[in-house]
């Protein structure tokens, strides 16, 4: 069968944001107010620092402001791989901090403990699993890297290396040559019911939060900071800027994120027979090692959530509805996913949807501040903030408290990535970068001198 047939039915909205638990909005923000802490941003990153704020001095005074609602965007739309990782994996935290590496990976695991530990502690029901993440190797030439990685890894945390028949005990598709599984350092989630059960928690513990209330400007104000939204004005002593993929209200940090859209698919749920064809039963998280990878995992209703392979940036660095939707992408998602489970065949896909990530130039989170330090803002997730965005709000109030720790000691905390340039140079560059890595999948993984070349200064493009 024609793997496009099974999109037939796919409804063009993301599955996340449909389920029947979805708090109602709450209303915008009319008139002036003040407070002592303002966040902007309802997605994670800003409700983790609205709550932590809360958490850390119950009598601070905390405004939340989100332009849609809470959860709307990334937050309620990707695969729910919560890592944690603060560096996009290991590879890339040891290929940029490898002096700090273990503290990293310490704060990481702290910090995905803490977000079970909340999760737990505030009522969420958020479908959390521990279950741990393999990464598989499709093509020879990965399962030598990853076994390279498991030498690498081993000194930081639980990892075991699975050679091909042990991976396809573990989940039985015919591409897997092998695998590294991460067995404690990823948990699997409903993504939009964390953001949910955040805003509530945080409404629990006194943080006001208004949505359709879209941050328009920010200025100084007296000792202060103002920042204006369509019916009114927030005066606060400090601010947290949480608006990631969206041009941030610091002018200056513009250069340093471009949004990247991620598409994604979902099937209808498994019934037993198909459960028992592909195994499975530890029920990880899946992502493969090419350059241009699939993220995929099993949801609480047995549904397979399929994304990945394509990163798609539009010149100008424009976020728009439109871009959500991309029909040529779920095709190649469709073929992609029977080549992987071919036992699969006659299953149909109920959901198709995009949205866009902010990536930058080293593919995890940088850290800043403005307004001679009332301004604190994090950005740069590169997909990987859903267990990352915690340990950021973390970073954001300590920077606004203005006394050293151990996370803002770390040069990945004090140093900014480097910026992108300017189109039309960034749109050739991000397009050069795409195809060169999609070559270096064909070519067993061999780089070629433009990939080098972004290797030694840096910089480069990821999903």
Not at 349 to 354: M, Q, S
Not at 454 to 461: I, K, W, Y
């Given at each position: 069968?024609?793997?496009?047939?099974?999109?037939?039915d796919a409804?063009?909205?993301?599955?996340?944001?449909?389920?029947?638990?979805?708090?109602?909005?709450?209303?915008a923000?009319?008139?002036d107010?003040?407070?002592?802490?303002l966040?902007?941003?309802?997605?994670?990153?800003g409700l983790?620092?609205?709550?932590?704020?809360?958490?850390?001095?119950?009598?601070r005074d905390?405004?939340?402001?989100?332009?849609?609602?809470?959860?709307?965007?990334?937050s309620?739309?990707?695969?729910?791989?919560?890592a944690?990782?603060?560096?996009?994996?290991?590879?890339?935290?040891?290929?940029?901090?490898?002096?700090e590496?273990?503290?990293l990976?310490q704060?990481?695991a702290?910090?995905l403990?803490a977000?079970?530990?909340?999760?737990?502690?505030?009522?969420?029901?958020?479908?959390?699993?521990?279950?741990?993440?393999l990464?598989?190797?499709?093509?020879?030439?990965?399962?030598?890297?990853?076994?390279?990685?498991h030498?690498?890894?081993?000194?930081?945390?639980?990892?075991?290396?699975?050679?091909?028949?042990a991976?396809?005990?573990?989940?039985?598709?015919?591409?897997?040559?092998?695998a590294?599984?991460?067995k404690?350092?990823?948990a699997m989630?409903?993504?939009?019911?964390?953001?949910?059960g955040?805003?509530?928690?945080?409404e629990?513990?006194g943080?006001?939060v208004?949505e359709?209330?879209?941050?328009?400007?920010?200025?100084?104000?007296?000792?202060?900071?103002?920042?204006?939204?369509?019916?009114?004005?927030v005066?606060?002593?400090?601010v947290?800027?949480?608006?990631?993929?969206?041009?941030?209200?610091?002018?200056?940090?513009?250069?340093?994120?471009?949004?990247?859209?991620?598409?994604?698919?979902m099937?209808?749920?498994?019934?037993?027979?198909?459960?028992?064809?592909?195994g499975?039963?530890?029920?990880?998280?899946?992502?493969?090692?090419?350059?241009?990878?699939?993220?995929?995992?099993?949801?609480?209703?047995?549904?397979?959530?399929?994304g990945?392979?394509?990163?798609?940036?539009?010149?100008?660095?424009?976020?728009?509805?439109?871009?959500d939707?991309?029909?040529q992408?779920?095709?190649?998602?469709?073929?992609?996913?029977?080549?992987t489970?071919?036992?699969?065949?006659?299953?149909?896909?109920?959901?198709?949807?995009?949205?866009?990530?902010?990536?930058?130039?080293?593919?995890?989170?940088?850290f800043?501040?403005?307004?001679?330090?009332k301004?604190?803002?994090?950005a740069?997730?590169?997909?990987?903030?859903?267990?990352?965005?915690?340990?950021?709000?973390?970073?954001?109030?300590?920077?606004?408290?203005?006394?050293?720790?151990?996370?803002?000691?770390?040069?990945?905390?004090?140093r900014?990535?480097?910026?992108?340039?300017?189109?039309?140079?960034?749109w050739?560059?991000?397009g050069?970068?795409?195809?060169?890595?999609?070559?270096?999948?064909?070519?067993?993984?061999?780089?070629n001198?433009?990939?080098?070349?972004?290797?030694?200064?840096?910089?480069?493009?990821?999903?």
């Amino acid at each position: 069968m024609d793997p496009v047939h099974a999109l037939r039915d796919a409804k063009p909205t993301p599955f996340w944001l449909e389920d029947p638990g979805r708090p109602d909005a709450n209303s915008a923000l009319t008139g002036d107010v003040r407070c002592d802490l303002l966040v902007v941003g309802g997605g994670y990153s800003g409700l983790w620092t609205a709550l932590i704020a809360k958490e850390r001095d119950p009598g601070r005074d905390v405004v939340l402001i989100e332009a849609e609602r809470a959860g709307w965007a990334a937050s309620g739309r990707n695969g729910g791989f919560c890592a944690a990782s603060l560096t996009h994996g290991l590879g890339n935290g040891l290929e940029r901090w490898p002096d700090e590496m273990a503290a990293l990976e310490q704060l990481g695991a702290r910090n995905l403990q803490a977000i079970e530990d909340a999760v737990t502690g505030h009522g969420i029901d958020c479908d959390w699993e521990r279950t741990g993440e393999l990464d598989v190797a499709t093509e020879p030439h990965q399962v030598e890297e990853l076994a390279e990685l498991h030498e690498l890894a081993r000194q930081y945390g639980d990892y075991e290396f699975l050679d091909a028949d042990a991976v396809r005990a573990q989940v039985a598709s015919p591409t897997y040559l092998g695998a590294l599984w991460d067995k404690d350092g990823v948990a699997m989630l409903h993504p939009a019911k964390l953001a949910w059960g955040l805003k509530r928690a945080c409404e629990r513990l006194g943080v006001r939060v208004f949505e359709h209330t879209k941050a328009l400007d920010i200025a100084e104000s007296g000792p202060g900071m103002a920042v204006r939204t369509p019916y009114g004005r927030v005066l606060a002593r400090q601010v947290a800027l949480g608006t990631n993929v969206f041009p941030s209200l610091v002018k200056r940090i513009r250069p340093y994120t471009v949004p990247v859209y991620d598409y994604a698919l979902m099937t209808e749920p498994l019934d037993a027979a198909q459960l028992a064809a592909i195994g499975w039963q530890g029920r990880q998280g899946i992502g493969d090692s090419a350059n241009q990878f699939h993220y995929y995992r099993l949801s609480a209703d047995n549904r397979i959530l399929w994304g990945g392979y394509d990163a798609v940036y539009h010149y100008g660095a424009k976020v728009r509805a439109e871009y959500d939707q991309r029909p040529q992408t779920y095709q190649t998602l469709a073929r992609h996913f029977f080549q992987t489970f071919p036992q699969l065949e006659g299953l149909r896909f109920t959901h198709a949807w995009g949205g866009a990530i902010d990536t930058c130039t080293r593919f995890s989170a940088f850290f800043d501040t403005a307004y001679r330090g009332k301004v604190a803002l994090a950005a740069g997730y590169t997909g990987l903030g859903v267990g990352a965005t915690r340990f950021g709000a973390e970073v954001m109030l300590d920077l606004l408290a203005g006394q050293p720790t151990e996370r803002t000691a770390l040069e990945m905390v004090r140093r900014k990535p480097l910026p992108f340039p300017p189109e039309p140079v960034r749109w050739a560059g991000i397009g050069l970068t795409k195809w060169s890595l999609d070559r270096a999948d064909r070519n067993a993984g061999r780089r070629n001198l433009w990939l080098k070349t972004m290797d030694r200064l840096g910089l480069g493009f990821d999903s």
